[in-house]
């Protein structure tokens, strides 16, 4: 399913393929022989997402490109299925497994690998041939790689990154319990950047950019 | 894609977005200026499900409200991709993250938030402004906030809670090991009650009630 | 939605339902009154699917059978919302919470259970009756059951069962880091068999094999 977005057309190589059920939404690029399996939602919103070639996307994956940050995933990279990507960039050759997530301002650089449940948090930035193992977190830049009960640890480095200013330009609150109330702004913002989905137009086969 | 479900039909705000691949099925409730992202699945099977205003479900969550749990989710709440919520009430102004899960008769009171992947258990309660670390399970009433290594001590608590009592019916074997025991039962049970979807239609565009 | 892949067509029992946005396609095989609820994903890339009775694979799922790993699954199985099953045996009576996921070559005896987002790693065989706790993997054979923070015990096991030979055939590379220069190779193989999917046909309606 196609879609035009904010008066823009995927641009995907008639060598890629496209599951007729995954999402292409709005300004994605999509290069020579990549993959996009079923179910699979790669959708700029407001900010385009490259794909470079060679490069699959499995099956419920979602890949979000947003104004501030726009996605740039490289050549050879594998994206697993139910894996999370939002306005980061990945470079040639990385691996992200099943269930991966990587979030706003990250640099994932060549040949890293991200194994099942992993997460690379905010602005953070691992390194060529870092290994993120199943179920860690890699946190800052330079990352640091850490378990999920090492939270204190997580949260020293990830507080100063600032997720709420971050991406959606406001000012964290004072505690840590504090982000429930910038919820109604929260939701504000974003449900009326999602409001631009309502002159979306559904492409036929056939009719995106090539 | 909206779906009749034993005779009951979604109620879309008009101010609401909800992507032409999302499903909507059933006793479903969706107030003013919500979004509902693409591959979501908000399912009434058997019990409502009420969404608030100015709430987003992002892509490919998927919320299930029941007979003996229904689900209410108040206004200003994100729910984050692949995350998944059954059967539980989550108040305002509440953030569950990328990958969250959320069990039945659980409780998320005002503004907490769950972090990627994190998982709030049956019956808990989530005290108002609490915080499931990233990858942390919450489990009890009032809820213990655990790390994933601590098994045996969330396991202390769960097994009290009784999943196959509560969300099946079915007496727990005396032993962690004998749930196989009831997997014929419990999937007798579960696949019948979701036969009602034979007579399920699908709905024409803008043939939801508003 | 229901694919006739590589010229074989699924193959549904009369008392089964599969929801219209699910995904069945190629050799697939579901047995009496089971269910495949919204989003699913049954995929048959060059192997086959074989589906028990009375089984439930929830929103969401993907399951994926490939050439060298067929996927056999039981009767009496529920597989949860988000899991990931590829390549692997499914016995009968087995539970699969909430994000489990289970890889190529793994055997899951009778009646055992894998808890939210837990993993059951390459050729690992989990014991009749065996748990899997939240966010726990199990590995190997017989299978050593551990929580994500004992990363080094766990990759001890896995790096034996090598990963890269056997889904891709090819030669791991002699440290942990070097996966990245597996990966133009691997994506090419992995690409250019999903490029099979370019003479897809989408069956209409009832037109499936039963």
Same mark, same amino acid.
């Given at each position: 399913?196609?879609?035009?977005?904010? #008066?823009?057309?995927?641009?995907?190589?008639?060598?890629?393929?496209?599951?007729?059920?995954?999402?292409?939404?709005?300004?994605?690029?999509?290069?020579?022989?990549?993959?996009?399996?079923? #179910?699979?939602?790669?959708?700029?919103?407001?900010?385009?997402?490259?794909?470079? #070639?060679?490069?699959?996307?499995?099956?419920?994956?979602?890949?979000?490109?947003?104004?501030?940050?726009?996605?740039?995933?490289?050549?050879?990279?594998?994206?697993?299925?139910?894996?999370?990507?939002? #306005?980061?960039?990945?470079?040639?050759?990385?691996?992200?497994?099943?269930?991966?997530?990587?979030?706003?301002?990250?640099?994932?650089?060549?040949?890293?690998?991200?194994?099942?449940?992993?997460?690379?948090?905010?602005?953070?930035?691992?390194?060529?041939?870092?290994?993120?193992?199943?179920?860690?977190?890699?946190?800052?830049?330079?990352?640091?790689?850490?378990?999920?009960?090492?939270?204190?640890?997580?949260?020293?480095?990830?507080?100063?990154?600032?997720?709420?200013?971050?991406?959606?330009?406001?000012?964290?609150?004072?505690?840590?319990?504090?982000?429930?109330?910038?919820?109604?702004?929260?939701?504000?913002?974003?449900?009326?950047?999602?409001?631009?989905?309502?002159?979306?137009?559904?492409?036929?086969?056939?009719?995106?950019?090539?």
């Amino acid at each position: 399913m196609l879609v035009e977005h904010q #008066g823009k057309r995927p641009r995907i190589h008639d060598s890629a393929w496209v599951a007729p059920n995954a999402v292409i939404s709005g300004d994605v690029t999509i290069g020579p022989e990549s993959r996009v399996l079923y #179910g699979a939602v790669v959708t700029a919103e407001g900010g385009p997402v490259e794909i470079g #070639g060679q490069a699959i996307v499995m099956e419920t994956a979602v890949i979000r490109g947003t104004q501030r940050h726009p996605v740039r995933l490289g050549s050879h990279v594998l994206v697993g299925p139910h894996a999370h990507l939002t #306005g980061c960039t990945i470079e040639d050759d990385v691996f992200l497994a099943t269930g991966a997530s990587v979030f706003n301002g990250a640099v994932i650089e060549r040949g890293a690998q991200v194994r099942i449940n992993g997460v690379v948090h905010l602005k953070t930035r691992l390194p060529a041939g870092a290994v993120v193992p199943i179920g860690w977190i890699a946190v800052g830049d330079p990352a640091t790689i850490l378990p999920p009960d090492k939270h204190d640890e997580i949260w020293a480095v990830q507080r100063e990154l600032d997720f709420p200013q971050e991406v959606f330009g406001l000012s964290r609150p004072p505690t840590e319990a504090g982000m429930g109330s910038l919820m109604p702004e929260l939701t504000r913002r974003y449900g009326k950047a999602l409001d631009a989905h309502r002159s979306d137009r559904t492409l036929p086969d056939g009719d995106e950019d090539s």
